[in-house]
T-cell receptor
Framework: SQTIHQWPATLVQPVGSPLSLECTVE??????LYWYRQAAGRGLQLLFY??????ISSEVPQNLSASRPQDRQFILSSKKLLLSDSGFYLC????????????FGPGTRLTVL | QKEVEQNSGPLSVPEGAIASLNCTYS??????FFWYRQYSGKSPELIMF????GDKEDGRFTAQLNKASQYVSLLIRDSQPSDSATYLC????????????FGGGTRVLVKP
């Protein structure tokens, strides 16, 4: 069966510090991978998605970036965090196919102070 | 007009009753439709998905799709307090490629 991992689970960072969140998927090959952010009490905002190694599409221009160095690894980064970057960061994977059913990881709760 | 619309709720339902959630979408070419459950502070969990007109049942959950009217609904039978959560509707639109468009979610409260 497939499993998706995210770490860390929680993170408190000062404004201006760098960020690196990691997501890995087990039990599948060539998945589509996604990064979402959910601000408190708000909906899901798609940040990045990837259909393959080094193939990243950005949905929202901001100070975040994503990379996919391996087939089942997706990394979200920032060089300098802003207060507005606080939120619940979710990684999701979907099998390649016509329906695109997405399965979410446990998430990382980021607080920028 | 939002691409995927849901009533934000809260939808208050007595224990044992049927909860009915609705979702409308704007992309007539949408192909697949998903219902996720999200407990407070947790990540969304896929409950079920549907891609053909009609009903699809899974346990106490039934998804209903009407592409002509561009809506999808979720029925929760014999609602339990553990069903209290936010339910997210998501749509795989024809133009969206590999992406899903999510609604804002409906909060459901099941009262004992």
């Amino acid at each position: 069966s497939q499993t998706i991992h995210q770490w860390p689970a929680t993170l408190v960072q000062p404004v201006g510090s760098p960020l690196s969140l990691e997501c890995t998927v087990e039990g599948t090959s060539n998945p589509n991978l996604y990064w979402y952010r959910q601000a408190a009490g708000r909906g899901l905002q798609l940040l990045f998605y990837s259909i393959g190694i080094d193939q990243i599409s950005s949905e929202v221009p901001q100070n975040l970036s994503a990379s996919r160095p391996q087939d089942r690894q997706f990394i979200l980064s920032s060089k300098k965090l802003l207060l507005s970057d606080s939120g619940f960061y979710l990684c999701a994977w979907a099998p390649a196919g016509p329906h695109n059913e997405q399965f979410f990881g446990p998430g990382t709760r980021l607080t920028v102070l | 007009q939002k691409e995927v619309e849901q009533n934000s709720g809260p939808l208050s339902v007595p224990e044992g009753a049927i909860a009915s959630l609705n979702c409308t979408y704007s992309d007539r070419g949408s192909q697949s439709f998903f219902w996720y459950r999200q407990y407070s502070g947790k990540s969304p969990e896929l409950i079920m998905f549907i891609y053909s007109n009609g009903d699809k049942e899974d346990g106490r959950f039934t998804a209903q799709l009407n592409k002509a009217s561009q809506y999808v609904s979720l029925l929760i039978r014999d609602s339990q307090p553990s069903d209290s959560a936010t339910y997210l509707c998501a749509v795989n639109g024809k133009a969206a490629g590999n992406k899903l468009t999510f609604g804002g979610g409906t909060r459901v409260l099941v009262k004992p």
